[in-house]
């Protein structure tokens, strides 16, 4: 278990297991703490659907990927057991950021709320999560 508020090597090593949102989409801690994470994903042309726009798989990724930082820094494990995303806009920048934070932490079910947004500081899309230890 990690520490209320780990060292970015901590958090790195710990996550490293995370192997889908790390080497393959490309995710990368930026901040977490106890109830909050901020985690950032360059875009590339992988990211991308037939359309051209950057597939939803990649942003519930990124997405997904700080929600564990913020629900796994100071607690036992978690899980996301029911979540909600909403895409409310197509990206036109180079980078995506996830802020993740806790709404409130009980015994057996945490609730996050996770706001997607892009290097120019549009809100590209927002997810609700249920949590629960594993």
């Given at each position: 278990?990690?520490?209320?508020?780990?060292?970015?090597?901590e958090?790195?090593?710990?996550?490293?297991?995370?192997?889908?949102?790390?080497q393959a989409a490309g995710c990368r801690i930026v901040e977490g703490w106890k109830g909050h994470a901020v985690a950032e994903m360059d875009l590339a042309e992988i990211h991308k659907n037939a359309q051209g726009n950057i597939m939803g798989g990649?942003?519930?990724?990124?997405?997904?990927?700080?929600?564990?930082?913020?629900?796994?820094?100071?607690t036992g494990p978690a899980v996301n057991a029911m979540s909600t995303i909403m895409y409310l806009s197509a990206t036109r920048g180079t980078k995506l950021i996830a802020t993740a934070d806790c709404e409130k932490a009980g015994r057996r079910l945490g609730f996050y709320a996770v706001r997607v947004t892009d290097d120019t500081g549009k809100l590209i899309a927002k997810m609700d999560v249920t949590v629960c230890p594993v």
């Open positions: 278990m990690l520490p209320d508020h780990p060292t970015m090597e958090m790195e090593a710990f996550f490293s297991g995370d192997h889908f949102a790390t990649a942003i519930f990724t990124l997405a997904d990927f700080a929600l564990a930082i913020a629900s796994n820094i100071g």
